[in-house]
């Protein structure tokens, strides 16, 4: 599966392992399973795949934000992501990493 990135600090997060902004900085142990989340995503055939791992939780969301899938990074985070087919393989957008217990705001 191919991954793509929405915004900068989530490609900075994978790649890098931190960020610039203050906004958007996490505990070392949350960035190292983001990170094993996206390598599992990249490494998935497709979205089958990922939904054969318990662990991640995956889901897809209802209501504003149909169309949106998530994974659990652990049971206080979680990863939202998009999946797009564009011919060759599936394409997996991550949107947003977000904090569960905020995520009603």
Known sequence: MI????????????EVGRTADK??????????????????????SGIEAIYRIKSFSYEE????????SSIRVNLQYRIEFT????????????CNILELSNHYK
């Open 83 to 94: 999946v797009s087919d564009n011919g060759v393989e599936p394409v997996a957008t991550v």
């Open 3 to 14: 991954v793509t990135f929405e915004k900068d600090y989530l490609r900075d997060l994978y």
């Open 23 to 44: 906004k958007h900085r996490f505990q070392p142990e949350i960035v190292r399973k983001y990170r094993l989340c996206i390598n599992a995503l990249k490494s998935a």
């Open 61 to 68: 969301l209802k209501g504003d934000k149909k169309g949106i």
